[in-house]
């Protein structure tokens, strides 16, 4: 009796046995049958500007249902691309990350169509002391004299975008760097006035937040109005000195040939008289 029952025992172990591993083998298929595309990817971590070589690529099966929009097959396609943002190991190479055929490598690479470049010279504190990082956008204030001979500070343009900070372009270091220049992109336009600016005062730049778009309606700041409202007592205005004349005639005994006036004159404390 006891043989019999430890014999279905074995039986119902093998079978159940079977049963798990036809069961994952027929979830292994499913799984092999889902469609993959081969997509390029960043074998490191690649720089922006920086052009693209094969030690800096790598080819991976990825699942056709989520692949990204604008994904590279065929690393040989990229022989002459350069990437203008940073990419990191893994990382999809896009052709919206890669700027226009032809394109040599270089911070040129990463200006946007119909910008420029130009650096402003800088010190620790009008570089919002290291502060302002590639990829994040200032105020260009500029401190000079208005038509009045009046100092005056105006922020001239606003969200202007840090390409790089002395020779650095890479936009993933969020350390604070002391530099002595610092490149910004701008329309033509924009680079006029910043030449003129420079030119007539002292530039500052002011950090602002990424995702700030409101412009600032300011008129300026005027030294006047700086100090307006000062808690410093004002000195005592001079009180004018008051010049009263009085002309007094005094009467004398009439005479045939002397007649004489005498006008009395009193200026504050002071008196006088003369004698006609």
Known sequence: MKNTRAMVMLVIALLLGVMAVVLAAQWLGRQSEIATNKVVVAARDIQLGSPLTPDMLNTVAWPAGSLPAGAVSDPAVLGDRVVKESLT?????LESKLAPRGTKGGLSS????????????????????????????VDIMVNTEDDHKRMVSKIVLEKILVLAVAQEASRDDTKPKVVNAVTLEVTPE???????????????LVL?????????????????????????PAAPAASPVQVRHVVKRRATKPAADDRRQTIEVIKGLNKSETAF
């Open 208 to 232: 602002r937040n990424q995702v700030d778009t409101q412009a600032a309606q300011t008129t300026g700041m005027r030294k006047n109005e700086l100090l307006e409202g000062s808690d410093e």
């Open 190 to 204: 924009e680079a006029e006035k910043i030449d003129l600016a420079r030119s007539i005062g002292n530039l500052s």
């Open 89 to 93: 190991r893994g990382e999809p190479i």
């Open 110 to 137: 990463v200006i946007a169509e119909g910008k420029r470049a130009i650096t402003v010279k800088v010190n620790e504190v009008i570089g919002v002391a290291g502060f302002a990082l590639p990829g994040n956008h």
